[in-house]
């Protein structure tokens, strides 16, 4: 079994920075893509950027210039860095990543962590 583990949400005031952190453990022979994901209330799930294995990222418009995604292979660990924060920012933020296990290759989630930016 895998479990992806975040961490770093809280409140910060618009223009602040904050760092969220999603680490990955189990049984775990690789991890292909990882990324982070938004949810704010009432709307969609949508993709704020991800990472290949091999450093390729991608980012959503709407956080272009602003925020950074990296990974530590070594620790399974992925990273979202988020300065020039806005209010519509505020979401549930949740990591993913592709795994694969000694028996398939599935997609994980973890638990999604808040950040919520005050105006």
């Known amino acids: 079994q895998v479990q992806l583990v975040e961490s770093g949400g809280g409140l910060v005031q618009a223009g602040g920075s904050l760092r969220l952190s999603c680490a990955a453990s189990g049984s775990i022979v690789r991890i292909n893509d990882m990324g982070w994901y938004r949810q704010a209330p009432g709307k969609q799930r949508v993709l704020v950027a991800y990472i290949t294995s091999g450093g390729n990222t991608n980012y959503a418009d709407s956080v272009k210039g602003r925020f950074t995604i990296s990974r530590d292979n070594a620790k399974n660990t992925v990273y979202l860095q988020m300065n020039s924060l806005k209010p519509e920012d505020t979401a549930v933020y949740y990591c993913?990543?592709?795994?694969?296990?000694?028996?398939?290759?599935?997609?994980?989630w973890g638990q999604g962590t808040q950040v919520t930016v005050s105006s």
């Open positions: 993913n990543a592709g795994v694969l296990t000694s028996r398939v290759l599935k997609d994980y």
